[in-house]
């Protein structure tokens, strides 16, 4: 939009000029060389507006800063930008799913023993 809140025309060229960076900040076992989310931009000719794809896959809170760049070279962040957007974990998927420990080989009356759960959700 311009300044008065008016549509501007885009194109698929003008997605270009979007700078998108999309990290995951916070959530469980956030591994740092796994937490970034490459989103995929493209205009939507229909809509007038620019349609940004990802997929997480980590649960936990995504950060996106957006940027245009400008015709000097520099860049300008969007209105509210950052966004954070919270990606909740999926279901529990028993198929892939783990149990494992001494627990399941047996056990010794009067003897602890465990056994490790470790639930997936895909």
């Known amino acids: ?3 008065f809140g008016n549509p501007v025309q885009g194109s698929q060229a003008d997605a270009e000029n979007l700078l998108i960076d999309m990290t995951l900040v916070s959530g469980t076992d956030v591994n740092p060389k796994e937490t970034d989310v490459v989103p995929t931009v493209a205009f939507n000719p229909v809509t007038g507006l620019y349609d940004v794809s990802f ?15 400008t015709p000097s070279g520099g860049q300008v962040q969007a209105f509210g930008s950052p966004y954070e957007t919270p990606v909740p974990a999926a279901a529990i998927n028993a198929q892939v799913s783990t149990i494992s420990g001494p627990g399941l080989q047996g056990a010794l009356v ?5 056994v490790f759960v470790t639930l997936r959700d895909t």
Do not use: C, N, V, Y
Not at 55 to 69: M, N, P, V
Not at 110 to 114: D, E, K, L, S, Y
């Open 1 to 3: 939009r311009d300044e």
């Open 55 to 69: 997929t997480s896959t980590t649960a936990g809170t995504l950060r996106t800063d957006i940027s245009i760049k």
């Open 110 to 114: 009067g003897t602890p023993t465990f």
